[in-house]
């Protein structure tokens, strides 16, 4: 691959999918579309593969999508247009299905697309030098790729709607205050591979439930929670060294 590489990290089970394109800042054009959407089913494909690492190569983490290859040329029409978008949209939130916990390492600017696909990710860190923008109505176009369901998702309603509006970019601080990232270091990078090392070393099967049931309790409601918990929980149970486990605890 030209664009995209995966690494094989120190720690068992841990895998780095770096945006390898620093010429260009990572913005996601024609070739790392069909590359990252080849790399993330590889990923998936990887059974010895626990928690993922997600980052940039150079200064920047991605600088979105490459705008003059997906909207220069000839005029084409809006469902052209539209069809064009998603296949860029699949390329990134491909990384979002993945069974596997991923962790974002943005060490620079994170610009739509690439905001959406830091957000993609169940855990952020954030360097110093990192920005999050969602600039799309600075330059007239309306959000794409998920960010206006991410920003809710992840600030409510009405904060989104002034970050959208104002085509807002969020310096690392500000990412942090907002609950965006989780923190801000000097070393994303060897802080997402620590983090991926204490939660590679946990059952992967825990590890993936415990990812669902965060899933469900952000979009389904307390009941549908409860539900996939009293199973996942019986699940976990039924491992024959966890139950010894529990039940030690309570002779004690």
């Not at 960010?147 to 104002?166: E, H, K, W």
Request: charged share 20%.
């Amino acid at each position: 691959m030209r664009t995209v590489r995966i690494e094989t990290a120190d720690h068992p089970g841990v895998r780095l999918l770096v945006l390898d394109d620093p010429d260009r800042r990572n913005a996601i054009g024609t070739v790392m579309k069909r590359e990252l959407t080849a790399a993330v089913a590889a990923l998936a494909a990887d059974t010895q593969a626990r928690v993922l690492v997600v980052t940039g190569a150079g200064s920047a983490f991605c600088a979105g999508a490459h705008l003059d290859e997906i909207f220069g040329g000839p005029p084409r029409p809006v469902s052209q247009t539209r069809r064009d978008l998603e296949d860029i949209y699949r390329s990134f939130l491909a990384v979002r299905e993945l069974d596997l916990l991923t962790v974002a390492a943005v060490q620079g600017p994170a610009v739509g697309a690439g905001l959406n696909l830091a957000m993609c990710c169940d855990l952020r860190y954030a360097g110093p030098g990192a920005r999050f923008g969602a600039t799309f109505t600075r330059i007239g176009l309306h959000p794409g790729g998920g960010c206006t369901y991410f920003l809710v998702d992840a600030l409510g309603p009405q904060r989104a709607m002034q970050i959208l509006l104002d085509g807002a970019m969020l310096d690392a601080a500000e990412a942090h205050a907002l609950g965006l990232v989780l923190d801000v270091v000097a070393d994303p990078l060897a802080a997402a591979l620590a983090a991926a090392g204490r939660y590679a070393d946990l059952d992967p099967h825990l590890v993936r439930h415990v990812k669902q049931s965060v899933r469900i309790a952000g979009s389904a409601g307390l009941a549908a929670s409860v539900q996939y918990e009293a199973w996942a929980q019986a699940a976990s149970a039924s491992d024959p060294a966890v139950l010894a486990t529990l039940l030690s605890g309570r002779r004690r």
